[in-house]
């Protein structure tokens, strides 16, 4: 039965015209409403939380798809490096995102500091800050760090004209982000019960719009979407191979791509995009110092990631453990081109997946990506090889 013309569909299609907005008319709307300051973050995480307690609307930057044409963005990078920093120039320099009054750029990997660097050249009037984080996570040491970049995120913001730092404030704004990815938790888990009530392309577009609008709204958003799917009695399983997708953290896939992979036989039942609001995977406490309970979160309780260093931990544990508990048959390694965090981490991650019996397969997109046959044919494949064995 078809969803068409339901509240169900509305809802996708809402989160699906965000997601296609390059000039973020939901963030000038809320400019205009508010009078509020709005700044921008480039993947992975950004302490969300620090911005709306100071009055400023956090949106997400992942940059763009095959529709958008790269007129300048190409000038600034060699030819052998991933596209999204060409297309977040490239919004940058058409004025798509003049409506932004600063972008934050954690630090992922050197493309990322470059293009902080690029960004504080070519739009000096605007808030740019390179987020550094601690590559060691002792309290003293890499927490001491992190929460002086923190305070200083903090500072430059109120410089900027949002509203000074205030502890109570930022105890409310973990409250709603709490409340968010909680919502993202629920949705993630039902998905790996029932994937075919959770398509990954409705997921993504939610995703994507989550990033872009205000905290309460995409937690409503969510609500909305998982209390609609639990009506919808016209989804049932189908017999597909549930995959876990990994990779794919910072230059997001096309839509295309994910749909492609679903019509090739795959339940997504994992995956690395958008994990902004899954960076940090439990409730952070209200309590004492926000702000430090900002930082333990970070040291503590954030996932596991190709730009995390690892000290003590296994490389590919954590993928492992989160193949059995989304009871993936296979994964998907799907890094965009030219990746370095991802491609250098892959032959580890490979090893381990290996070493654990799970089969695999590779392959790698861009953002703009327009032709998808060769990696349906590849994915159907692997769907049906692990529809084969599981069946021996
Ligand atoms: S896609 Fe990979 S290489 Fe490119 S900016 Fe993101 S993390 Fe860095």
């Known amino acids: 039965m078809s969803t068409e013309g339901t509240p169900l569909s509305a809802l996708v299609e809402r989160a699906d015209a965000i997601y296609r907005d390059y000039s973020l008319a939901t963030v000038r709307d809320w400019k205009a409403r508010t009078g509020g300051l ?14 709306h307690a100071q009055g400023v609307l956090p949106v997400g930057l992942m940059g763009a798809r095959d529709d958008l044409e790269i007129i300048k963005g190409d000038a600034y990078y060699q030819s052998y490096i991933c596209h999204i920093p060409r297309s977040t120039i490239e919004l940058g320099l058409s004025g798509r995102l003049d409506c932004l009054d600063g972008v934050l750029f954690p630090a992922i990997c050197d493309v990322i500091r470059n293009l902080s660097g690029m960004w504080q050249m070519l739009f000096p009037d605007k808030l740019v800050r390179y987020l550094d984080v601690p590559q060691n996570f002792e309290p003293e ?11 200083e995120l903090a500072r430059s913001l109120t410089e900027r004209g949002a509203r000074p730092y205030d502890a109570e404030a930022l105890r409310a704004s973990i409250g709603l982000y709490n409340a968010l990815r909680r919502e993202v938790r629920e949705l993630y888990a039902l998905r790996q019960r029932e994937p ?32 609609l799917i639990a009506e919808d009695a016209s989804r049932v399983p189908l017999d597909q191979a549930r995959v876990m997708l990994t990779g794919s953290f910072c230059e997001q896939p096309p839509i295309g791509l994910i749909r492609t992979l679903e019509r090739a036989g795959c339940y997504i039942v994992d995956d690395d995009f958008v994990q902004v609001h899954r ?14 309970q900002l930082v333990m979160a970070f040291l503590q309780d954030a996932m596991a990631s190709p ?54 397969t590779a392959f ?17 494949t692997f769907a049906d090889s692990i529809k084969l064995w599981s069946a021996v």
């Open 307 to 360: 730009t995390r260093y690892i000290d003590k931990g296994e490389k590919g544990a954590d993928l492992i453990l989160r193949i059995r508990r989304s009871q993936a048959e296979g994964v998907l390694f799907c890094a965009p081109s030219f990746c370095d965090p991802a491609l250098l981490d892959q032959p580890m991650a490979v090893r381990a997946v290996e070493r654990h019996g799970v089969p695999w």
């Open 279 to 292: 960076w940090i995977q439990s409730d952070i406490p209200t309590d004492g110092d926000p702000m430090q």
């Open 38 to 51: 709005a700044v921008g973050f480039m993947p992975i995480y950004v302490p969300c939380e620090i911005l």
């Open 196 to 227: 075919w009530k959770v398509p990954t392309s409705e997921l993504y577009l939610l995703l994507r719009a989550s990033v872009v609008i205000p905290v309460q709204d995409a937690t409503q958003m969510f609500r909305e979407y998982r209390a």
């Open 141 to 151: 040491i890499g927490g001491r760090f992190y929460r002086h970049e923190l305070d």
């Open 364 to 380: 790698k997109y861009s953002e703009n990506t327009g032709q998808f046959q060769v990696i349906r044919e590849q994915a159907g």
